[in-house]
């Protein structure tokens, strides 16, 4: 459900993660709840630059693009990949970066008592992040595995899609297609929903690999379809755990009212004030 919140944009995505949070409810600790959603959308943000510069690189060699455009093309891998080294020596030398901002953010006067009380949750959750890799390191390669999954079936759907259409596009085409989509949606990403920049992205993207616009657009919709199908499967799901939620918790009550009601003075002291 979190994951279909965040198509909304940044702040759906925002919305998304608290949310996801909140649903781990008590059985989870904050700092680890925080630390796990933030676990999770980092390794999936490598992933997605991994593989964007990986598209923009097969995109330079299979397509004519003209000299403007190639640079531009170039800066972006250049700037994303210093993104990942970046972050790769940030993890590796344990920079505590969410610590010394909400630090920083701390003296200011208006906001030194309310991060006074999140620096504990906020240093916990930043230990986890940055000390997963090494504590336990096959869940890391498990979850770094699996969102390379993700984005290999992501190139999948766009290759079965466009072939589908009768487009000749072969799977190094779709791989660029798909490193091409993801700077889309970085664009988009302050646009709600990502609407009309996405569609129009897909369509100048697949004009860029001889393929008609008309194919580019049906592409945009099938791939908005799955995504609001699946949103619908969360929501369904959310629906269900609330009811399943509320009934556990109805059950519990009766519970202990029979309890009470059975053994009344279990409740009292020896000198009958309530305990």
């Given at each position: 459900?979190?994951?279909?919140?965040?198509?909304?944009?940044?702040?759906?995505?925002?919305?998304?993660?608290?949310?996801?949070?909140?649903?781990?409810?008590?059985?989870?600790?904050?700092?680890?709840?925080?630390?796990?959603?933030?676990?999770?959308?980092?390794?999936?943000?490598?992933?997605?630059?991994?593989?964007?510069?990986?598209?923009?690189?097969?995109?330079?060699?299979i397509t004519p693009l003209d000299g403007r455009?190639?640079?531009?093309?170039?800066?972006?891998?250049?700037?994303?990949?210093?993104?990942?080294?970046?972050?790769?020596?940030?993890?590796?030398?344990?920079?505590?970066?969410?610590?010394?901002?909400?630090?920083?953010m701390g003296r200011l006067p208006r906001l030194?008592?309310?991060?006074?009380?999140?620096?504990?949750?906020?240093?916990?959750?930043?230990?986890?992040?940055?000390?997963?890799?090494?504590?336990?390191?096959?869940?890391?390669?498990?979850?770094?595995?699996?969102?390379?999954?993700?984005?290999?079936?992501?190139?999948?759907?766009?290759?079965?899609?466009?072939?589908?259409?009768?487009?000749?596009?072969?799977?190094?085409?779709?791989?660029?297609?798909?490193?091409?989509?993801?700077?889309?949606?970085?664009?988009?990403?302050?646009?709600?929903?990502?609407?009309?920049?996405?569609?129009?992205?897909?369509?100048?993207?697949?004009?860029?690999?001889?393929?008609?616009?008309?194919?580019?657009?049906?592409?945009?919709?099938?791939?908005?379809?799955?995504?609001?199908?699946?949103?619908?499967?969360?929501?369904?799901?959310?629906?269900?755990?609330?009811?399943?939620?509320?009934?556990?918790?109805?059950?519990?009550?009766?519970?202990?009212?029979?309890?009470?009601?059975?053994?009344?003075?279990?409740?009292?002291?020896?000198?009958?004030?309530?305990?």
């Amino acid at each position: 459900m979190s994951d279909a919140v965040g198509q909304l944009g940044f702040a759906g995505k925002l919305f998304g993660e608290s949310l996801r949070i909140s649903m781990l409810g008590p059985s989870v600790p904050l700092a680890n709840g925080i630390s796990s959603s933030a676990i999770d959308g980092a390794l999936h943000a490598f992933t997605a630059v991994v593989v964007t510069v990986l598209g923009v690189t097969a995109t330079l060699l299979i397509t004519p693009l003209d000299g403007r455009w190639r640079i531009n093309a170039l800066l972006l891998a250049v700037f994303l990949i210093a993104l990942v080294v970046t972050s790769v020596v940030a993890v590796a030398k344990g920079w505590r970066l969410m610590g010394n901002t909400a630090r920083v953010m701390g003296r200011l006067p208006r906001l030194h008592k309310w991060v006074d009380t999140k620096l504990c949750v906020i240093d916990s959750a930043e230990h986890n992040l940055l000390t997963f890799y090494r504590e336990a390191p096959a869940a890391f390669r498990a979850s770094l595995l699996l969102n390379f999954l993700w984005h290999a079936m992501a190139i999948l759907e766009v290759y079965f899609i466009m072939r589908f259409m009768g487009a000749r596009v072969g799977i190094v085409s779709a791989f660029a297609m798909e490193g091409l989509t993801k700077m889309i949606n970085l664009v988009g990403a302050l646009s709600p929903g990502n609407v009309g920049t996405y569609e129009g992205g897909n369509m100048l993207m697949a004009h860029m690999f001889g393929v008609t616009a008309t194919a580019g657009l049906t592409l945009a919709l099938c791939r908005r379809a799955r995504a609001i199908f699946w949103a619908g499967v969360g929501a369904a799901s959310m629906i269900v755990l609330k009811k399943g939620k509320s009934t556990n918790e109805m059950e519990v009550k009766d519970n202990n009212e029979e309890k009470f009601l059975a053994n009344p003075r279990s409740h009292l002291a020896s000198d009958g004030s309530c305990c």
